[in-house]
């Protein structure tokens, strides 16, 4: 494509007063644009109408707008993204709202701005989306609450759905049960449970067809062209994406040495009690007798660094509901909850409290030292510290039932069996739940096209398992119809790009197919990539860990941010104006520095700021670039890391601070000192430090002096 390029800059909202625009339009000129031109308001309908205008007559096919943040305005500066390139220069939030109006340093920081983009966009091509004929067929994995639900609602949308049990018959756990707690008002009363009708439906459904008796054998490919192989000669089919909606399991009770599971008999778990309420019998083991005296030992094992360190989010109401099974087959039965904390969020506070009014005492301890023995006349003696009372307590109950808490049901079983280089399960947050971020992207696994549902998740009740299991067959649709137009899927959605790669240079180093954080890459025998655009989520931290730098995007490239950096005017004399490069995460640390700006916060005006996909997708040879131009200081943001990570690409700030810290090494050696790269971890709510560590990094640029390197 012969680039015709428009430059259009923005006088209102302060920057005309600020900056001046008839100098900023020389810039542009010295970059033989083919156009350029100022407005009062550009983002009016009169002054979007112009740039419509230029686009229509094919006198422009590329625009750079200089005027407000790229993160506002998106609907009136919407342009066909295959017809035409667009670059929005931030000259409002980025310079003339965090900078004093009128300033030469003001109006230096607006002409660089305006310089890179329009090395941006000279760099950037049409992108060619991976258009291929993908199937659109939702895969559902578990026929429990959450995957009929998932597999019911995707077929109603209207796409063909693969549901695979591997148990004879569907309904997961919740066909087991006896009862459910309170869903509907008054919230005090347990309920019957009946899947017929659900089944029923998916039985009626000409969209859905059901493997009983079936599990995964094998899983290979990406998102629209997933080819799943189920065992036993089941057979083999293609599919767009996939919910993992296989459950959880209970925690196993003979790791809990000190509550006596299976060393007596009347011992039990809260699955069993459910199982015995089912069959119609609440009895001891040990002799079959009804109990008189039962009680439930909450948090058994969970919230224990030594098991379960996290919550199961509904054990407390099964032990209320438990609790009136006992009730309800004999009034007389004298039933105790030794709990930590009673947890029933929402209306299930007025089932507790129903509950408490039919009789069932509540003694707060720490479930975790209760000692079970055995006691006289084959009842069982629990040793408590009854906290509220201060007092200790023993007891004799016939019969106890320890809450265990849930755990995953891929927990040492992949499921899947994914055929990627990274491995056949799904790589997991903490405690075992495949997720792909704890705070942005619930449902999404960190493989791409596949999502998950339900218990399999993170615990949760069965009402709330059902409507998972919608909002992650919806993820599936969004996954198949994205892929299907070639675009990426969150966090980059819509985005049409994807990684080219000069194979011939590549050296099998795999640090691209290691480090991506999606398996989009699997290798040959000789560890050569081999690339699976669909699952690829365009964060770029391939390009940037490519030591031979053979990986680049249409609109993003090693090549363009180096072109960007050098474009940047630096004084050949200190003068008391050091130049620092912000290479910033376009995530969290991007829309930080835009409410630094909202704010009218001031920092110092030698940092010109670079967005990047990922802060992860930095190449080592931009450092480079920057220090042998004479920059001074170079100042990367990127997302939090480490157990509560917020990167929307999962590691790539932790990477980009690994690769930072063998930088400094090479620095040191040199004689160059390590204190000019600097590395923060910034949350989009952490804005208001950033005019504190500019400050205190120039500062640390005057002690260092000016790079040796400039003027060279």
Known sequence: MDQNIGVYLCSGCGIGDAIDLDALSSVAEESNVSKTMTHDCLCSAEGAQIIKDDVASGSINCMVIGACSGRVKSDVFAFDPMQTILERVNLREHVTWCQPAGNEDTQAMADDYLRMGI??????????????????????????????????????????????????ELGGHMAKWH??????????????????????QISNSQNIEVFKNAEIEKISGAPGMFDVTLKNGAGAYRVGSIVLA?????????????????????????????????????????????????????????????????????????????????????????????????RTPEQAEEFYKKVQKDGVIFVKTDTSKIAISEGSEKKLTIEALDELLGEPIQMETDLVVLATGMQP????????????????????????????????????????GIYTAGCVRQPMTATRSSNDGTGAALKAIQCVELSSQGKAVHPRAGDLSYPSLFIQRCTQCKRCTEECPFGMYNEDVKGTPLPYPTRCRRCAICMGSCPE??????????????????????????????????????????????????????????VRFIPLRCLGSINLVWIADALSKGVDGIVL????????????????????????????????????????????????????????ILEEFTARLEELGPNPYKGF
């Open 119 to 168: 090395i941006r966009v000279q760099k950037s091509t049409l992108p060619e989306p991976y258009l291929e004929a993908l199937d659109k067929t939702v895969l559902v994995v578990g026929g429990g609450v959450a995957g009929m639900q998932a597999a019911l609602d995707a077929a109603k949308a209207g796409y063909s759905v693969k549901l695979v049990e591997k148990e004879a």
């Open 549 to 606: 730098r053979i990986i680049s995007f249409s609109n993003y490239s090693v090549d363009m941010i180096g072109s960007m950096i050098k474009s940047i005017s630096v004084p050949e004399d200190y003068e008391e104006k050091p130049r620092i490069i912000g290479l910033i995460c376009e995530n969290d640390a991007f829309p930080a520095v835009d409410m630094v700006g909202l704010g009218k916060l001031q920092y110092p005006p030698w």
């Open 246 to 342: 296989a459950g959880w399991k209970p925690y196993d009770a003979t790791k809990l040495e000190g509550l006596g599971f299976q060393k007596f008999p009347d011992v039990i778990t809260n699955v069993q009690v459910e199982e015995m309420a089912k069959a119609g019998s609440l009895a001891c083991p040990s002799d079959g007798s009804a109990p008189s005296v039962v009680a439930f030992v909450q948090c058994a094992g969970s919230r224990d660094p030594e098991h379960l360190p996290y919550c199961s989010a509904v054990c407390c109401r099964v032990s209320l509901k438990q609790a009136m099974y006992f009730k309800e087959q004999n009034e007389e039965t004298k039933v105790i909850v030794f709990y930590k904390d009673m």
């Open 409 to 448: 049901a891929v927990l040492d079983d992949p499921i899947l069996n994914l055929e990627y280089r990274q491995g056949p399960a799904l790589p997991e947050l903490k405690y075992g739940f495949p997720d792909s971020h704890f705070v942005c992207f619930p449902y999404e696994t960190r493989r791409t």
């Open 179 to 200: 009862k459910n707690t309170p869903t509907r008002p008054p919230y005090q009363d347990i309920e019957d449970i009946d899947l017929s009708s659900t089944i029923e």
């Open 637 to 692: 943001f990127g997302c939090k890391f480490g157990d509560d990570y917020q990167c929307h690409f999962i590691k790539g700030s932790e990477l980009a601070d690994t690769r930072m810290s063998k930088i400094k090494e090479t620095l040191d050696r040199l004689v160059l000192e390590s204190d000019r790269i600097r590395l923060e971890q910034l949350s989009i709510d952490d804005y208001y430090r950033i005019p504190q």
